[in-house]
């Protein structure tokens, strides 16, 4: 059974869900989770979980991002972005002074609203259903982090910004409310994710070379390679979830391996003992 992590190029116009349906049919498995939505609109790194390795989503969830997005000065649409409904049209002024300016605003913690054309629910309710009805609702401003905003390239209208983010940062929500304090409106007219926790680009495989059967699943355990690593020999207790004495260890998380190297679990050693935190073995009997 297949097992492991797939770090999908994923092309425009295709959603994370058909990227997951897809791919459950080329790999004869159902357990297939991706690590973070992406806009059909948009391409790059889809990092998707098959087989048991979807017992890691939950440790992805937090990861930061990256983008490069295109920003379109001068349009305002009920998407936010160019797909969508033209709402406003200005003139563009800005000089490229102004606009490093106002990206400088945007740097660091700060609240951002969740635009209607999206996943959140209220009440049950995704936000995109109740926009194609027509509807707009009050959403509450959530927590979030610009770690790096950088201006490309660009001028007049179009320009290309990147863009390194916490999760449930909106990109079509910045380009437009970086037109918003511009003064002129604005969109995002692209994006491109180029980086999802440790997986970037060089990573990346086409759907094409998925389907070609070209590609090799990445091991579940390449997501903790910032822990370190200890082999444990008391396999018993690990099997049946309990803790195994290891007084050698300092406190702190670890990816814990057989002696034959398959990866066990990640583990959480606490005054000399380890315990399992999420467990990654196919259950087997000993």
Known sequence: MPNGIIIIDKPAGWTSQDVAAKLRGVFHERRIGHGGTLDPMATGVLPIFVGRATRAVEFFEHAEKEYVAGLRLGLVTNTQDTTGETQEEHPVSVTRQQLLAVLEQFRGEQEQLPPMYSAVKIGGKKLYEMARQGKTVERKPRKIHIFELELLSGEMEEYLIRVKCSKGTYIRTLCHDIGQALGCGGCMSSLRRTMAGCYDL??????????????????????????????????????????????????????????????LMVGQAEKGLLKTVKSFFEVKDL
């Open 202 to 263: 060089s990573k990346a495989v086409t759907m094409e070379q998925v389907l070609q059967g070209k590609t090799e699943l990445l091991p579940v355990d390449s997501l903790f390679s910032h822990l370190p690593a200890v082999t444990v020999t008391q396999l018993k207790p690990i099997y049946n979830g309990a803790a195994v004495k290891m007084p050698q260890l300092s406190d702190g998380q670890y990816r814990v391996y057989a002696p034959d190297g398959e990866f």
